[in-house]
């Protein structure tokens, strides 16, 4: 049995880097919208807007990994 220890470590560090960037965004929205709960009424929309693009984005990168997993999808 031969292993290509190269690509191995590159989904590895793709798989990490991606989970990585995922998770801080997500936090990033948490934040935000945690933000926008106790922020006055004028600061509110753009901080609700940051915390709808980092959940979207999270929730599209969520759905684009579903894709590549599932052959079904394809």
């Known amino acids: 049995m031969h292993i290509n220890w190269t690509a191995l470590g590159q989904v590895a ?5 991606a989970t990585t960037a995922l998770v801080c965004l997500f936090a990033t929205g948490l934040r935000a919208a945690d933000r926008a709960a106790a922020a006055p009424a004028p600061r509110r929309p753009p901080l609700r807007l940051a915390a709808g693009l980092c959940f979207l984005a999270c929730l599209t990168a969520t759905a684009y990994g579903l894709y590549l997993i599932v052959p079904a999808f394809h």
């Open 13 to 17: 560090l793709v798989g990490i880097g």
